[in-house]
């Protein structure tokens, strides 16, 4: 059986579509100096403003000489100068001549080859070349590395430590970045209590608050935590009311399944559109998706590793994109299964797995036992996801498997 045969239940890559083309990008943005914009997200391309390097320079300690002047009957020159990083040799080098040059100086004018300290000798200002020359040679040429109205970084781009450095080398003090999302967080459940509180008869601590405030911390979103909700219609109600005002987007955890207690659909459909899907993933399943007010709201499974990763698969992108961020694909790579893996035909299966590289340099993963929804223990001792395809079935031990490596978001 196909997942599409699986009646009632929306193929992932159909749900992650659809989240994607209902949501756009903030179009409110700041400019932010190089010191804290590590992390955020480019509102507008970066152009080159100027060539890097700005010159030609040296890639050596060493001698700048005209290729030219050195043949077999001649191998020395007269050392006329020095070039220094900072303070370059101002003269036109003329036949005859050498400068003494450090790494990052600017090449005199009239030079066009660079010779290493190691190949030469030194009397007084004489200078001896002892090897054979190679024109051009160790020379940094202006603009090799970037060059002048060059697009360096582009629009959505979550800035990496060695953007900021590219940044610097254009002399660009400040970008234009998109605001942070601003997202509301609350769990929903009559039997949570918060990590520290007694534990009452049949209650379990909230858990899943705490995994997805950590991805959205990553994600460097502004967070409203709103706590644990009771099941309760009016307090349900008047927090959706109150995050909807003033957030981009609400996430909750609970109450999206068909459970007795499950008021957030009732709540929802007062308040807002949304869509209670069955997605055709595993863990998860229950997901619900749509809007209250102006704000974009993620109902994930009570389940915490559901919750885990339907945050991780569903909601995450459609952040992204919000966010203003270019979405990339996770990459995905290939390796032999230690175990035979159980699945039924149905639902993409995310497995929780142990990627790690045999001595013969080949990948292989290994489940990490028991795939609970609910046990967090699984995702906490895993490294990737084992993702088997909707209609694929049993796997036997030594088949290839596809496997995502945790990204910095989950790992
Ligand atoms: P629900 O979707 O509300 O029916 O919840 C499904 C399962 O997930 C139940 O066993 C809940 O107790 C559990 N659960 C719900 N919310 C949380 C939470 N925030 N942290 C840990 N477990 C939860
Ligand atoms: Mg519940």
Redesign the pocket.
């Given at each position: 059986m196909g997942c599409c045969d699986a009646p009632g239940l929306m193929p992932l890559n159909e749900a992650i579509n659809q989240l994607l083309n209902s949501v756009k990008p903030l179009t409110y943005t700041e400019t932010v100096g190089l010191e804290l914009i590590l992390d955020r997200i480019l509102a507008a391309d970066i152009t080159a403003p100027i060539n890097v390097p700005g010159y030609d320079n040296s890639a050596m300690d060493g001698y700048a000489i005209r290729a030219e002047d050195i043949n077999a009957s001649n191998k020395t020159l007269t050392q006329v100068g020095k070039s220094f990083a900072g303070a370059p040799y101002t003269e036109e080098l003329q036949a005859g001549q050498c400068v003494r040059i450090m790494t990052g100086a600017q090449i005199p004018a009239g030079a066009n080859t660079v010779v290493m300290q190691e190949d030469t000798s030194a009397d007084n200002e004489s200078i001896t070349f002892l090897t054979a020359i190679k024109p051009g040679s160790h020379i940094r040429k202006a603009g090799e590395d970037i060059r002048l109205g060059e697009v360096v970084l582009h629009k959505g781009r979550r800035l990496r430590p060695a953007d900021l450095g590219l940044l610097a080398s254009l002399g660009l003090a400040e970008a234009n970045v998109y605001r942070p999302l601003r997202i509301a967080l609350f769990?929903?459940?009559d039997?949570?209590r918060l990590p520290g509180q007694t534990l009452d008869p049949g209650c379990?601590?909230?858990?899943?608050?705490f995994v997805v405030e950590a991805m959205l911390k990553r994600l460097g979103i502004d967070i409203l935590n709103l706590g644990?909700l009771p099941?309760d219609k009016d307090a349900l109600r008047s927090a959706f009311e109150d995050a909807a005002s003033s957030c981009d987007a609400i996430i909750t955890?609970?109450?999206?399944?068909v459970?007795e207690?499950?008021y957030t659909k009732d709540i929802l459909d007062e308040l807002g559109k949304v869509n209670f899907w069955k997605v055709a993933v595993k863990p998860g399943k229950?997901f619900a998706f749509g809007h209250v007010g102006a704000a974009v709201f993620f109902g994930l499974?009570?389940?915490?590793v559901?919750?885990a990763v339907t945050f991780h698969q569903l909601a995450l992108p459609a952040i992204q994109k919000m966010a203003g961020e270019t979405v990339e694909p996770p990459i995905t790579v290939q390796a032999t299964t230690e175990h035979t893996l159980r699945k039924h035909p149905g639902r993409t299966d995310f497995q929780r797995g142990v990627l790690a590289q045999l001595e013969d340099g080949s990948w292989q993963v290994c489940d990490t036992g028991s795939q609970g929804s609910?046990m967090l223990s699984s995702m906490v001792k895993s490294n990737c996801y084992i993702r088997l395809a909707a209609d694929e079935g049993n796997i036997e031990a030594g088949e290839l498997v596809d496997v995502i490596p945790y990204d910095r978001w989950i790992s």
């Open positions: 769990s929903t459940g039997e949570l379990i601590y909230d858990s899943n608050r644990i099941d955890s609970g109450g999206v399944s459970g207690a499950d229950p499974p009570g389940n915490p559901s919750a609910g």
